[in-house]
């Protein structure tokens, strides 16, 4: 680790700041973490820059840092996923008593942890239903309620969804940033 | 990413290496956190490889250069723009991340 955080040996929680549900989060992480100058973690946005995300750690990839929740620990390993989560959670004051659970092994498994994890991936996958379009089209499992989401949309005087080609996210622009 | 067979270009690079090149030149406008974008990337980095004998392939990062993003009207990511000769002659919007459908694009006749 070559930063200025790496220095504080602070965990960096990196987070999707184009995902509105990861900015939530990120937000209720912070206000949790409470004063930046003692907080136990460094929460950071991903950012638009691989380099400067490699220099944080060499092995940290900027698209598999937006597929994924990173944790960066200060000895340079990184946690992902649910395994992230549970690091978050051990680092707040506020839920680190919950955090001892995902570290409890019966017969050699974790089963909270894998509960996390599960529980982590859909979320992941339910993203784009909350309308986070960088994070992709819905899982196949999230297809029926996401045009139930859409078709219902009409009915409470939200406009008619516009067509779109397939594969793409549309840019957020000054004047629609402003509108919400 | 161990290696990138795709340049990213900034404003000034976007100058020299398009719109003053000879020759077909495709851009990708996109974004790191465009999922779409992730789902593309891998496709793109093979197509690169295949015409990199006959044709550049660059990626531009809406989010570093806005500019650029106004410039060529791009309406979402990713945004495939094919030159040539400095010229817009093609594009396709949230291209499929199927190799021969983003070589059919990258290299169609101006």
């Not at chain 1, 995902?19 to 638009?48: M, S």
Request: net charge neutral.
């Amino acid at each position: 680790m070559s930063t200025a955080e790496a220095a504080h040996g602070k965990p960096i929680l990196l987070f999707d700041d184009e995902c509105g549900v990861c900015r939530f989060i990120a937000r209720q992480v912070r206000k949790a973490a409470g004063n930046p100058a003692t907080a136990t973690l460094i929460i950071q946005p991903i950012g638009a820059d691989p380099q400067a995300l490699r220099s944080i750690n060499p092995g940290l990839d900027i698209w598999a840092a937006y597929a994924t929740i990173h944790v960066v620990m200060p000895d340079g390993t990184m946690k992902l996923g649910g395994e992230a989560v549970a690091e978050v959670l051990r680092r707040l004051a506020a839920t680190a008593w919950l955090a001892g659970v995902f570290s409890i092994k019966i017969f050699g498994a974790r089963p909270f942890q894998s509960m996390l994890n599960m529980a982590y991936t859909i979320l992941a996958d339910v993203r784009p239903l909350f309308g986070c379009e960088s994070c992709g089209a819905p899982a196949g499992w999230l297809r029926p309620f996401a045009w139930l989401i859409q078709s219902a949309k009409p009915l409470f005087g939200a406009p008619r969804p516009v067509p779109r080609p397939p594969h793409f996210s549309r840019r957020k622009t000054k004047e629609a940033s402003a509108s919400f | 990413m161990q290696f990138d067979a795709i340049t990213t270009l900034n404003a000034a690079a976007f100058d020299a290496m398009v719109v003053q090149a000879n020759g077909p030149v495709a851009v990708e406008f996109m974004s790191y956190g465009c999922a779409y974008c992730r789902a593309l990337e891998p496709v793109l980095q093979r197509a690169a490889e295949v015409v990199q004998a006959e044709e550049k392939i660059f990626r531009v990062n809406i989010a570093v250069e806005p500019g650029l993003a106004e410039s060529y009207d791009i309406q979402g990511t990713p945004t495939l723009v094919m030159f040539r000769d400095g010229s817009e002659t093609g594009r396709v919007e949230g291209p499929p991340p199927v190799l021969a459908d983003i070589l059919a694009y990258v290299t169609q006749p101006a």
